[in-house]
Nanobody
Framework: QVQLVESGGGLVQAGGSLRLSCAAS????????MGWFRQAPGKEREFVAA????????YYADSVKGRFTISRDKAKNTLYLQMNSLKPEDTAVYHC??????????????????WGQGTQVTVSS
């Protein structure tokens, strides 16, 4: 079992920055990857970014490429998402997730085995 707890959300003006964190409990050594997803009101949950836990290979949605950076601190069992140049359309609840195997597509919601409760990010115009 992996427990995930996000933090760092909040209200920011357009063009501003936020850094999200996701603390993971035990079994991080057996994780294949971790990712960030977001869900806006009335919309489906969508992929934002992912990183392989061991090798640090990163993946990004086109909508955030060049603005967001995903990283992880293996010693602290913590995942991060640095978000710069935020836009109102980035407003959503952001969830971190853990993927235990390399099977299936890394950007697919259904590929992930454990999820955090989410943290709200609101970007005002």
């Amino acid at each position: 079992q992996v427990q995930l707890v996000e933090s760092g959300g909040g209200l920011v003006q357009a063009g501003g920055s936020l850094r999200l964190s996701c603390a993971a409990s035990a079994r991080t050594f057996s994780m294949y990857a971790m990712g960030w997803f977001r869900q806006a009101p009335g919309k489906e949950r969508e992929f934002v970014a992912a990183i392989t836990w061991s090798g640090g290979v990163t993946y990004y949605a086109d909508s955030v490429k060049g603005r967001f950076t995903i990283s992880r601190d293996k010693a602290k069992n913590t995942l991060y998402l640095q978000m710069n140049s935020l836009k109102p359309e980035d407003t959503a609840v952001y969830h971190c997730a853990a993927k235990m195997t390399s099977d299936y597509y890394i950007a697919a919601v259904t590929s992930y085995d454990y999820w955090g409760q989410g943290t709200q990010v609101t970007v005002s115009s």
